[in-house]
């Protein structure tokens, strides 16, 4: 990377870094029992630099926004925890891993909202729960009707807070569509996409890998064949979500060959002239970002950087401000010559 990230890049990230250190330190000195609106002010600051100026591989970044959302809990402001919690556990399962002291403790208080502010909320899940199953007596369990009603049933215990038992549900629902119409059957798929999705909103990483993984079977016989409709995009574009699911589960082993997958495939491949444009400018440079992911997972920091480059240099056309600094801060991130920044006085 020499000569395209410079030393003054290097030297500005460790001074960002350290800024936001610092008001993390402060952050964390201020007690949440005595200066609550004093530590969470302090808490927010802290995670509008990080987005700012860090890189989302940082642990520093994860570390900010997870301390932020524990904090929104422990002030009892639920709303606004269940709002931001699985994006937080999903940026921390990529840094720390999915089984981290970090995402184990909000897990923890997501497991706790049942008690506290959802019990208003059984009523309507029983009568889901009852409509569904009414529906499924009346007209067979693989009618359309029946898979909404159970539908409308994983949405309920969504909206009580009771997570494992919405994941047990679809588990379930796709077993028993598996066994009655076989794994290759369209139903299984969409049923496993709305688990996969549902699942991943709540940060919820491993099951949501394992449950993507049943519908990225299934569809990409259908996105790889000639013909279909979004050609060569359609089949990289399949393969980058594919990657997201297992770099959120820390799984760089299954995400990197898949990647490799979609850049290969945009290189070799035809692409309509009506998206060619929105693959060369949007999706390429996210898998390049998600294969330089995987690299820091992985500890190749120098190869994750040029990736991480490659995916800054590929959104210039039309990329956003904003994924710009991303990318270009993810770059001086892995290079990590930074960190000799921060040894410096």
């Known amino acids: 990377m020499a000569g395209l990230i410079t030393n003054a890049d290097y030297r500005q990230y460790a001074s960002a870094w350290v800024t936001v250190s610092r008001a993390l330190d402060r952050a964390r000195e201020e007690s949440l029992d005595h200066q609550p609106r004093r530590a969470l002010s302090l808490l927010n600051t802290a995670v509008n630099l990080a987005e700012r ?4 591989m940082d ?9 932020y959302v524990l904090a929104l809990f422990e002030l009892k402001k639920y ?5 931001l919690a699985g994006s937080a556990i999903r940026h921390l399962s990529r840094t720390h891993g999915p089984d981290s002291p970090e995402v184990l403790k909000l897990r923890a208080r997501q497991r706790q909202l049942p008690q506290l502010v959802t019990p208003r909320r059984e009523r309507p899940l029983v009568a889901a729960l009852q409509r569904a199953e009414d529906t499924e007596r009346h007209k067979g ?5 029946t898979t909404r009603a159970w539908f409308k049933v994983a949405a309920a215990y969504r909206k009580a807070d009771r997570y494992d038992d919405m994941l047990q549900l679809y588990e379930e629902r796709i077993n028993d569509t598996r066994r009655e119409l ?3 059957h369209p139903d299984v798929a969409l ?3 709305t688990a996969a999705e549902d699942a991943w909103q709540l940060g919820h990483v491993q099951p949501a890998a394992q449950l993507y993984a049943v519908y990225y079977a299934a569809e990409k016989t259908h996105a790889d064949s000639e013909g279909a409709p979004l050609g060569a995009y359609g089949a990289a574009s399949l393969r980058h979500q594919m990657a997201s699911f297992h770099l959120a589960a820390f799984d760089p082993d299954e995400a990197e060959p898949v990647l490799r997958d979609g850049l290969r495939i945009l290189d070799t491949h035809t692409i309509g002239p009506r998206s060619v444009k929105r693959a060369e400018a949007d999706l390429r440079p996210m898998l390049e ?13 120098p190869n ?12 210039q056309a039309i990329g956003s401000e904003r994924d710009l600094r991303r990318y270009f801060t993810c770059a001086v991130f892995a290079g990590e010559q930074w960190r000799e920044h921060l040894r410096r006085p």
């Open 53 to 56: 100026d860090l890189a989302p």
């Open 191 to 193: 049923l496993a996409q």
């Open 182 to 184: 076989g794994a290759d």
């Open 141 to 145: 369990p693989q009618d359309k009707a």
């Open 304 to 315: 994750a950087s040029k990736h991480f480059y490659r995916a800054f240099e590929n959104a």
């Open 79 to 83: 709303r606004q925890f269940r709002h």
């Open 59 to 67: 642990r520093l970044f994860t570390d900010v926004r997870g301390a």
């Open 289 to 301: 970002h998600g294969l330089g992911t995987a690299l820091c997972q992985q500890l190749d920091g």
